[in-house]
């Protein structure tokens, strides 16, 4: 009897350990971002896991460094370097509009409506088991 009430107070703190994204593979993605054949910088990244493919997951994001590279960082639970292996809708933001505190007007975004929306966007990426790169080009 007590072997029975020791085993039902473990199952729910192994539970716990383990987490929701446990059953999750990740594939590793970077990229670089570009805009009029340059590097964007500071775009917001997203891809978002597509459950009309049958694609399960957290969403992954990253913002892209002056060079306009990005590493995506899953969401999820585990918070590791990566995205879910599977079909992805991409979403992307620019923060230069969204971070300006000069006088006048906000620089105009670079980035085309439809593409910060998960149903209008063009972007649309498979991510595989292991390392890969997905460039993004923000002029399609």
């Not at 670089?32 to 459950?51: H, L, Q, R, S, Y």
Request: charged letters at 25%; a negative charge; hydrophobic letters at 35%.
């Amino acid at each position: 009897m007590q072997r029975h009430v020791i085993f039902a107070l473990l199952i729910p703190a192994v539970l716990l350990m383990v987490g929701c994204d446990s059953g999750i593979e990740l594939g590793q993605v970077t990229g670089t971002v570009t805009k009029d054949g340059e590097p964007a910088p500071e775009i917001w990244i997203n891809f978002m896991p597509d459950p009309d493919e049958g694609t399960e997951g957290a969403i992954s994001s990253a913002i892209t460094d002056e060079d306009g590279r990005y590493e995506l960082q899953y969401q999820g639970e585990t918070k590791e370097p990566g995205a879910a292996v599977g079909s992805h809708r991409v979403v992307v933001n620019d923060l230069v509009p969204e971070n300006f505190r000069g006088q006048g007007r906000p620089p105009k975004s670079r980035v085309r409506p439809e593409m910060m929306h998960a149903g209008d966007t063009p972007f649309r990426f498979e991510v595989k088991p292991g390392q890969q790169q997905i460039d993004i080009d923000l002029d399609i």
